[in-house]
């Protein structure tokens, strides 16, 4: 019996300690997040599964240690080693495309626990599923630091700040090629309209960030990674419906790798809608173009793409009450709602939709038989249209296994402007429309024997403001791995720039032209619709820099140490100055042009019956010599080049304490040119006191990963030195105009920021983020005037003229320095999802220039509005139609409690209050956006 027992027992525990248990996981690429199909899982010798449609794998084992091993064509092998009983997790697997070192030298992409700065990895399966159609920045409100908001409303208006930094101070990269505008630094997100149906990821690098080049991370660097050519074939067609007659149409296609080395991806799209806003109304198209050829160890690249697009807008902001007087109440606001001010009724009440810009417009003719003929319609006045292709060329060459060489041509030709009123601007209707009405019937019945007798003289009209640019650059880089631990890269940073800035007569409202007198070397007062009026310059900016970085790695440490240099000449033009005079000897500025000619016609008592007006050519004599606008000595009015020279000074280090924990410091200092129009003004004038922009930056940073549970925590302290005003400040006496800069204008920002990820079981996920910022100006000053002999401006006293200012401990304005959001991701199965989002914003002081605080207004604060919280709900499911095919339907509810809050306001904004009072009264401001529903069907082929 004790044998039968004993030999019972050891069978017993034999058959336990050897049975099979199942284990499953998942696959995805670790850029996009897509799932990966047919992806081989080895875990053991001859022993192996592939991973099914959705990406999922399976497979029973005995109890024990094992040794997993992944791989999939195109991506890197990956093995772990996992412990396998009762408690073995679902297993996923993130593998990375092995071309994306290409995308690390290119584009400066971080690595998590290697590149020591702070940011965020907005991946492709987040913007699949919360973008919604929205514009890009929107989706970055989830990241740490970061507050965008839809601005006036129109489709392609948003902003973006990091850390209280505005987009002119937020390098924004695709695939590692700037597109901050040349000469002001903003970025026009209409333009890339559509660049989410190629996006990988997105990268939020907050700070100085990684980039090798000199750019202008102030605030961050937003890079923009496009997807590569694939291995996989296919393509999609999606459809987007959305709340407001919003309707877009994506369609892409991947070629994967076809023979001889060649790929290509293509995809396009098309969108249309009204807008939460009145009369945003949209249309557009997207096209972009990869194509690669792989050689030998070379790759060559050729991309293009565009949004061509024209968009309604809401410019301006409007005083609170004007969109409801029960939130303005609220809000402390005890003016008078039903008074005349200024000989006009108030508009109050008119909705957070509410657009002051638009009106109703019946273009009525009268027909040879004297009937009228009546043409009604709505426009809106402000108009947006454009088109910024970007073409690219790059070259990558793996030398070796060590050396690397990449290159990079681009070219971006920009076209296009936006609509405004330009006569009278402030003509509303009781409505609080604009009064079309009253400005087409003055014009048409409009004439002036001055100039003529039949055609009608408009005196208000749509003018617009053209904005073209061309751009090329080259971007090179070398990168070496002098051994497994040190890498030495460097390169140069070429670019060439031409704004091109002028008004067009866009429509002339009723009438048949208009006078322009702006231009001082016409040969014409009278100009028709397509003349340019008003102005007409170019803006020319030459950059040349390089850049050298050093880094050393080891399983346990990276580091880096970075400089970046950059010498930018800038130049002005004007087409609308007389003409200099250059001369062997001298250059005489601005001395040719024309001049108005009036003949007067009299009647026999000497009273006058007519006039005719005409344009002489003016003609100046020097040295015994004429000279006019026509002579070969005679330019264009121009600047000499102010070259201006730049720097970055960037280190820092990362520690991985052991597997789960890593800490990390950088510490750098910019020395930046100042904007384009801070160092011309509009007459052609070189500023005085031209000082470059300096800024200290210092961050210390934690981050913790494990299967289960991720957390970053980070502190910075960012100081900016000579924050220079928007065109300076200037002062006129006698009719003389003299411009200075204020060089004292400082700011520091300080804050904590924490985000965190907790996979509370296989189906849940918790996400949540914290941002403190304390955002200081921290000084006082004043500017002195000179004039061009460099003596002292004196008022009619005789008093020496003197502008200062004082912001001293006085908060920055334009973005919420306090944020927290969390989310939560509920996945019952493998095919849907269920996520809820919710974010919280606060201490968001409005907008202020810091010159207007002087006097009995030192030191005080701007008008803090209410803080704010929005709500959003994103849900999807997947359906399988054949073995490759599958149909992706996902819904978006953003705001959706329809919250009603303000997202941006100008302190005493003085278009649209008539007061000063730092509060919500003398405030200008815009409402976000109501709720909306976004949803869409992706096939997959």
């Not at 412990?83 to 679902?90: S, V, W």
């Not at 003719?365 to 809106?380: E, K, M, P, Q, Y």
């Not at 919280?840 to 810091?850: E, L």
């Amino acid at each position: 019996m004790r044998l039968f027992f004993g030999f019972f027992l050891c069978f017993f525990f034999s058959t336990a300690f050897t049975q099979n248990i199942k284990v499953s996981g998942n696959i995805t690429d670790k850029n996009t997040g897509e799932t990966l199909i047919g992806a081989s899982v080895i875990y053991g010798k001859g022993m192996g599964v592939s991973t099914d449609f959705d990406g999922n794998f399976s497979f029973f084992t005995n109890y024990g240690a094992r040794k997993i091993t992944i791989s999939y064509v195109g991506y890197k092998q990956i093995s772990k080693e996992i412990k396998i009983d009762g408690k073995t997790p679902f297993l996923k697997f993130e593998l990375e495309p092995i071309k994306l070192k290409e995308v690390h030298i290119v584009a400066d992409v971080a690595r998590d626990r290697e590149t020591p700065v702070a940011f965020s990895t907005v991946s492709l399966k987040k913007v699949n599923e919360e973008l919604a159609s929205q514009d890009i920045p929107m989706i970055l409100n989830s990241t740490p630091g970061v507050y965008a908001t839809q601005s006036g409303g129109g489709d392609g208006d948003a902003r973006i700040t990091i850390r209280g930094f505005n987009q002119r101070n937020v390098a924004v990269m695709i695939d590692g090629i700037p597109v901050n505008d040349m000469e002001n630094g903003w970025v026009y997100w209409s333009n890339w309209s559509g660049l989410d149906a190629v996006t990988s990821n997105i990268q939020v690098q907050r700070g100085l960030g990684a980039s090798k080049i000199a750019i202008p991370s102030v605030g961050g660097t937003m890079n923009m990674i496009t997807k590569g050519i694939g291995n996989k074939k296919g393509g999609t067609v999606k459809q987007s419906i959305g709340s407001y007659g919003k309707l877009k149409t994506n369609i892409g296609y991947n070629s994967g790798k076809l023979k001889n080395g060649w790929g290509y991806t293509l995809a396009g799209s098309y969108k249309k809608g009204n807008g939460f806003v009145d009369q945003t109304w949209s249309e557009g198209f997207f096209y972009y173009t990869k194509i690669q050829k792989e050689f030998n160890n070379h790759t060559l690249t050729f991309s293009a793409m565009g949004a061509p697009q024209k968009h309604g807008q809401r410019s301006y902001k409007s005083d609170v009450a004007s969109y409801d007087t029960t939130f303005a109440r609220n809000l402390g606001d005890n003016s008078s709602f039903d008074t005349i001010i200024n000989n006009e009724q108030r508009i109050v009440n008119k909705g957070i939709s509410y657009n002051k810009h638009w009106g109703n417009l019946n273009r009525w003719t009268i027909d040879s038989n004297g009937d009228t003929i009546n043409n009604r319609t709505v426009l809106n006045t402000r108009q947006n249209y454009f088109h910024k292709p970007q073409y690219s060329l790059r070259h990558f060459w793996n030398v070796n296994e060590r050396f690397h060489i990449s290159n990079i041509s681009y070219l971006s030709v920009g076209n296009g402007g936006g609509t405004r009123i330009i006569g009278n601007s402030n003509n509303y209707d009781e409505y609080g429309q604009y009064d079309l009405q009253s400005v087409y019937n003055s014009n048409y019945n409009s004439f002036d024997e001055l100039y003529s007798d039949s055609l009608k003289k408009s005196s208000t009209y749509l003018g617009s403001s053209i904005n073209n640019h061309f751009w090329y650059g080259l971007l090179s880089t070398m990168n070496y791995q002098l051994n497994e631990n040190i890498e030495i890269s460097g390169g140069i940073d070429l670019r060439s720039y031409k704004g091109e800035h002028y008004r067009e007569i866009y429509d002339l409202l009723g009438g048949d032209y208009v006078i322009d007198e702006s231009n001082n070397i016409q040969s014409n007062q009278v100009k028709s619709q397509g003349d340019i009026v008003g102005y007409h310059n170019d803006g020319l900016v030459n950059w040349l820099g390089g850049f050298s970085q050093f880094e050393y790695k080891n399983d346990k440490i990276s580091t880096f140490f970075n400089i970046s240099g950059s010498n930018s000449g800038h130049k002005r033009l004007d087409y609308f100055k007389r003409k200099d005079l250059v001369l062997e000897d001298t250059i005489i500025k601005e001395i040719l042009g024309t001049s108005v000619s009036t003949q007067y016609e009299f009647d026999d008592s000497g009273n006058i019956i007519g006039a005719n007006k005409n344009m002489i050519v003016d003609t100046f004599t020097y040295n015994g010599n004429k000279y006019t606008i026509n002579s070969e000595e005679a330019r264009i009015s121009s600047t000499d080049w102010k070259w201006i020279k730049g720097f970055t000074l960037k280190t820092g280090a990362n520690y991985n304490l052991n597997d789960y924990n890593n800490i990390f410091f950088n510490i750098g200092h910019i020395s930046k040119a100042p904007r384009f129009n801070n160092i011309f003004d509009y007459n052609n004038q070189l500023y005085r006191e031209i000082k470059n922009e300096k800024v200290n930056a210092l961050e210390f940073g934690y981050s913790y990963r494990s299967s289960i549970f991720s957390a970053n925590l980070n502190s910075y302290f960012t100081e900016w030195k000579n924050k220079p005003s928007n065109g300076g400040v200037s002062i006129s006496i006698d009719d003389v105009v003299y411009r200075s800069n204020i060089n004292g204008m400082n700011a520091t920002h300080k804050g904590i920021e924490f985000d965190g990820a907790l996979k509370i079981n296989q189906k849940v996920t918790f996400e949540g983020l914290i941002s403190l910022g304390d955002w200081i100006w921290t000084s006082e000053d004043s500017v002195r005037f000179f004039d061009d002999d460099n003596n002292p401006v004196l008022d009619e006293s005789g008093n020496e003229i003197i502008s200062s200012f004082d912001a001293k401990g006085v908060h920055v304005g334009d973005a919420a320095q306090t944020q927290y959001g969390i989310s939560l991701r509920y996945e019952p199965n493998n095919v849907s999802y269920l996520k809820i989002r919710a974010t919280y914003f606060d201490d968001y002081y409005s907008d202020f220039d810091p010159l207007s605080l002087n006097g009995s207004n030192a030191r005080r604060e701007s008008w803090k509005i209410p803080s704010y919280q929005l709500l959003d709900l994103h849900a999807g499911y997947k359906i399988k139609l054949s073995k490759e095919n599958k149909l992706d339907v996902r819904l978006s509810i953003i705001n959706l409690l329809n919250k009603i809050y303000i997202s941006d306001a100008q302190n005493n904004d003085p278009y649209n209050s008539n007061y000063a009072d730092f509060d919500a009264k003398s405030a200008g401001v815009f409402f976000g956006l109501g709720r909306r529903i976004n949803i869409s069907a992706k096939i997959n082929f």
